[in-house]
């Protein structure tokens, strides 16, 4: 939480300005995979999580399209190049995604 409330104060305009625009999800999990694009940020979260999330790959080869450009995740520090992305690398060390673009 303090990591995104120190983000938007960075960044206001990514979480005041513009419209939520889905984004696509592909894969044998597609159906528990929210994602969506605002301004600069995207966010992905997991839905419907409970029943068989004990496999070994629970995410199979459910993947995100991103914009492109430059990523960085508020949360974790991790950085990606847009594109389709697997879930399983964006949620590897936190269950939620918030990217913000690299502008610069």
């Known amino acids: 939480m303090h990591r ?14 513009g419209s939520y625009l889905p984004l696509a999800t592909s894969g044998a999990r597609s159906r528990h995979a929210l994602a ?17 999330w004990f496999e070994p790959e629970p995410w199979a080869d459910t993947s995100v399209d991103i914009p492109a450009g430059r990523w960085n995740d508020v949360l974790t ?7 389709t992305i697997p ?11 918030v990217l913000d673009r690299d502008d610069g």
């Open 4 to 17: 995104l409330l120190h983000h938007r104060a960075r960044r206001p305009e990514r979480y005041r300005d």
């Open 36 to 52: 969506f694009h605002r301004d600069g940020l995207v966010v992905v979260v997991p839905r419907l999580v409970a029943g068989n």
């Open 77 to 83: 520090d991790d950085r990606c190049e847009g594109g």
């Open 87 to 97: 879930v399983a690398e964006l949620l590897r060390r936190f269950p939620v995604a």
